[in-house]
């Protein structure tokens, strides 16, 4: 082993490279090299030192550049580009979408944002287009181009996302990465701030927002997707004062037309979807289209000696289900003999517990201070106000049925008695908590069938999680108005 040795000569210190090794079972150096003083050396090393670099750039690769590699590999990118001209020079419309999708993903922001960020990934070197070309109005005269059909009509091939949409499914079914057994289906809102004045708009509308902000104009989006793989297969943009159930109607044969143009038997996809959308229409529709389908089914639609099976009578499901049990039955659901399966979640449990115990927390306390604020001289609360408060506080799920209070008055002023139905609690935690009741048209299903394919429900709502995270762009831009 080389070592770095000092000597000293005179007042000066002199270093030698040195190797030493065992001769005759004694320690021996065996080898030695003159470096010469340490200002020697210092200059050797400078003169054999990279030069220092003038610049230095750093670019966003990962993420990004996994997005462009799985939208070429895919065949995504190479699909959108031969839908529409082939400009003379700059990018293609599909750069702008792309662009856009992957911005959404790494950075979420307006699109004045998006030429600062490309011009920090690695997406400027790949593409060779400088980031100048991606301004906020390039990208409005790019969507300019996307040819789509007036809300509310029925889709045809001139509306260039539904011939997209259909063309990438033929892609994906080719790559076999689509399978023809299940598909999630769910819908969302996003709210808006554009103006109530702003007429040219259309699409956004009041309605029940799914955030709470009742008070502002909301786009609707309904989602389909592929519950094994997890691919986007159909969208749909609709109004925003638009119920769930009315927007079911409009995405199931938008759903049936593209497995029909890419031949998938209709007979083998069951589609899934929450307990919103399971209306005796959708269900008679679905029945209509022959595609087999799965829901939850609303609590009081349900028997209530089925749904309130004791527990003991639950068979626990395998190890890929941990801490679920099941039971299934032929029930008759909207007139026809269905197979409706009770589910119960150990997990599903604890979360809607905490969330219980949190929420009544709360309105004690609430009504707590109520009381009090009520026994004061200076109050001026009417009895309908004071009630009108309670039914607020009282709204969320359960907390009505766990909540006895009383409200009277004494001639001078409202007395508030409250209290928590113990009895009650017991009952909800036994009966009611961590069970789910499920239902589908595929009478031959084992309950455990059943309950995965609905459990492919959650990748929908993880999309829309994903959606509105961050400072979401249909927040900041002003919708334009898709009939002009």
């Not at 005179?10 to 340490?38: D, F």
């Not at 008070?215 to 309904?222: A, D, I, K, T, Y």
């Not at 394919?453 to 959606?467: D, I, N, P, S, T």
Request: with cysteine; hydrophobic share 40%.
């Amino acid at each position: 082993m080389a070592s770095l040795v000092a000597k000293k000569k005179g007042h000066k210190l002199y270093y030698y490279l040195v190797e030493s090794a065992r001769v005759g079972g004694q320690p021996r150096i065996t080898r030695q090299q003159y470096l010469g003083t340490a200002e020697k050396i210092a200059a050797l090393v400078q003169q054999n030192a990279s030069p220092t670099p003038a610049e230095v750039r750093t670019y966003e690769f990962g993420l990004v550049a996994a997005l462009w590699r799985a939208a070429e590999q895919s065949g995504m990118f190479a699909l959108l580009e031969s839908l529409w001209p082939t400009p003379r020079s700059g990018p293609s419309l599909a750069h702008y979408l792309l662009l856009a999708a992957i911005h959404r993903i790494c950075a979420p922001g307006p699109k004045t944002d998006v030429a600062e960020w490309y011009h920090g990934t690695v997406l400027e070197q790949l593409w060779g287009i400088p980031a100048a070309r991606f301004s906020s109005q390039a990208f409005w005269d790019a969507f300019d181009l996307v040819h789509l059909d007036p809300i509310g009509s029925a889709p045809s091939d001139a509306d260039d996302l539904e011939r997209a949409q259909s063309k990438l499914l033929a892609l994906w079914k080719g790559k076999q990465l689509v399978s023809e057994r299940l598909l999630s289906y769910d819908t969302t809102n996003f709210y808006t701030y554009i103006a109530s004045t702003n007429q040219r708009n259309t699409i956004a509308q009041r309605g029940h927002n799914k955030q709470g902000r009742h008070n502002l104009r909301q786009v609707g989006l309904s989602y389909i997707l592929d519950g094994v793989h997890g691919l986007s297969l159909c969208h749909h943009v609709y109004p925003g004062n638009d119920a769930d159930p009315t927007e079911f109607c409009s995405a199931m044969p938008r759903l049936m037309r593209l497995l029909d143009e890419n031949e998938i038997p209709r007979d083998s996809v069951t589609v899934v979807f929450d307990k919103g959308t399971a209306a005796l229409d959708n269900t008679i529709a679905l029945e209509e289209m022959a595609v087999g389908w799965i829901s939850a089914l609303p609590w009081t639609q349900v028997p209530k000696q089925f749904r309130e099976t004791p527990l003991d009578k639950l068979v626990p499901l395998s190890s890929r289900h941990p801490g679920v049990q099941a039971i299934a039955e032929r029930i008759d659901v909207h007139g026809k003999e269905r197979l409706c399966v009770l589910k119960y979640s150990a997990s599903f449990l604890s979360e809607q517990l905490h969330s219980l115990t949190t929420s009544l927390a709360k309105v004690t306390q609430s009504l707590r201070r109520l009381s009090q604020d009520l026994a004061k001289p200076s109050c001026r609360l009417t009895e309908a106000q004071v009630q009108t408060k309670i039914d607020r506080w009282l709204a969320p799920q359960f907390l009505g049925e766990l909540i006895r209070y009383s409200l009277r008055s004494d001639g001078s002023r409202l007395q508030l008695q409250y209290d928590v139905d113990t009895a009650g609690f017991h009952e909800l935690l036994t009966r009611r908590l961590g069970r789910t009741v499920l239902v589908t048209n595929r009478v031959g299903w084992s309950p455990e069938q059943v309950v995965a394919a609905y459990a492919a429900q959650q990748h929908v709502e993880r999309v829309f999680r994903g959606l509105k995270d961050g400072q979401c762009v249909w927040r900041q831009l002003e919708l334009r108005d898709r009939d002009n």
